[in-house]
């Protein structure tokens, strides 16, 4: 069983969804973004969702941009997001799925960027831009190094389309539960039961829910039917609230994570 498996049954077996946090590798810079991971282990995150910094994150809110152009100017590579991945797994057995972008792993070379992704630990790739009819190569390469495939769906995904995701799919299902881009958002998208269970038709792996999710609340309705939820920019948000005293972002953060992660509990 993988990492990503048991941290799924793990909470399945404790009636809970599984709580996904998602960082920005190097945000705001290497030794703090190291601390401010622990913390979000330490504090409950099921699994961590680390973010490569990439100068034209599409996907990705204002609050993400910031982070990764934060990341950026202090520094960060690929090979210090391989570095940063490699003391995170020194010390837990937490899954790292990287949270990255095509051109990232096509520029590295794809075959040398999975296997250095494995070789510093992590055990999952979502990346955001690759659909599945082109995703051969890095999928084979995947295949090749152990690393999970996670593949996303969302709210305008044709029925159609589902079977072909659930077959590429290795790790879980991302359902991104809106249009558009990251962020924070006040209520809870619409339509999360209904498109669960329509992804569940298709596929028998873990399905986590995310975008928008910000509240304790929010993540306990979202818990109540998916087996994860995915919290980032909510998250992203308390670094960017600490620039100014660096030294208390681990506190915060781990303050925070528990507070949500306890509404991944059912009733």
Known sequence: MSRIDDAFARARARNRAAFVAYLCAGDPDFDTSLSACRAVIAA???ILELG??????????ITNQL???????SGMTAARVFELAGRIRESSGVPIVFYTYYNLVFSNGVEKFLGAARAAGVDGMLILDLPPEEA???????RAHGVATVCIVAPTTPESRLPRIAAAATG???YVSREGVTGVRDQLAGGIPEAVARIRLHTALPVAVGFGISTRAQVAQAAAHADGVV????????IRDGLGARAGIAAALFARVADLAAGTART
Not at 54 to 61: K, N, Q, V
Request: charge should be negative; charged fraction near 15%; proline fraction near 5%.
């Open 136 to 142: 051969g190569e890095a999928a084979a390469a995947s």
């Open 67 to 73: 982070a990764a152009q934060r990341a950026l100017e």
């Open 44 to 46: 409950g995150a099921d």
């Open 231 to 238: 919290v980032g920019s909510a998250l992203v948000n308390v």
């Open 172 to 174: 879980f299902i991302y």
């Open 52 to 61: 490569v910094p990439f100068s034209d994150p599409l996907a990705d809110g």
